[in-house]
């Protein structure tokens, strides 16, 4: 082959290789976008149902005085004292005339909550208590008997007594007004129901002396009606 010839060829390859080249370069560098990045989006928010507060007291707490063995002293104390806390619902201070574990404590708790959860009160009609007797024969070991004084009683001991009691009926009432707020003459007020009037009942009382030498309600049962259930609530 001539020179002139060989060059020429040599030229046609280099520039076939060439456009090769370019055209491979082009089709490598080519790349594909990235999809956009899903946008975040945030959980609603779960409504979270309020707890209700115990409303400060409308009144202060009576005296309570539940220590000794003048027997219609301790009781009409403390059945003044549950009725105040009928009147101002606060389930914590269920211990404070009734022995934990007990069942008196166990339905005057459940019924302060449900009164408090219902932003709802009783109002009180006074108990009159017409007869007190006892204490009678309890566990032995145990029974406290008519000269046993809170310091002679060894703390556990129990006291079973009968009284006589009556009340008119009581309303029940419910304020307009949230239950982290105290109860004011301003307002407004709902009556609910009415607590059925107690009429005159014969009550099988047990009290439990605490650490405390304070007296503390175990069982209110209706002698007659009931004398097997719990009756603080029907009580108070």
């Known amino acids: ?22 055209t491979t370069g082009c ?32 009144t202060p707490a009576p005296a309570l005085k539940n220590t000794g063995t003048a027997w219609p002293t301790v009781i009409g104390s403390m059945l003044t004292y549950g009725q105040w806390l009928v ?28 009164l408090l959860d219902q932003n709802a009160r ?43 009691a009556a009340r008119a009926a009581e309303p029940i009432i419910e304020h307009s007004i949230t239950a982290a707020k105290p109860a004011t003459a301003s307002s407004a007020i709902i009556e609910l129901a009415d607590q059925p009037a107690l009429a005159p009942t014969t009550l099988h009382i047990t009290l439990n002396l605490g650490s405390d030498n304070r007296w503390r309600f175990c069982t209110i049962a209706d002698a007659i009606n009931d004398p097997d259930g719990e009756a603080i609530t029907t009580v108070l």
Do not use: F, W
């Not at 080519?30 to 309020?50: L, Q």
């Not at 619902?89 to 019924?111: F, K, M, Y």
């Not at 309890?138 to 006291?159: E, L, Q």
């Open 1 to 22: 082959m001539r020179p002139t010839a060989l060059a020429r060829t040599v030229a046609l390859l280099g520039a076939t290789v060439a456009t090769i080249a370019t």
């Open 27 to 58: 089709t490598t560098s080519t790349t594909t976008p990235a999809p956009p990045a899903a946008a975040m989006t945030s959980a609603p928010a779960v409504p979270v149902a309020a707890i209700p507060i115990a409303a400060k007291p409308a």
């Open 87 to 114: 009147a101002n619902p606060n389930p914590a201070l269920a211990g404070t005339i009734t022995e934990p574990g007990c069942a008196s404590a166990t339905a005057l708790t459940a019924q302060l909550q449900s």
């Open 122 to 164: 009783v109002q009180p009609a006074a108990i009159t208590l017409t007869s007190v007797t006892g204490p009678y024969p309890a566990t032995p070991g145990t029974t406290t008997t008519a000269k046993t004084t809170a310091t002679t009683a060894p703390v556990g001991s129990i006291a079973e007594i009968d009284v006589q």
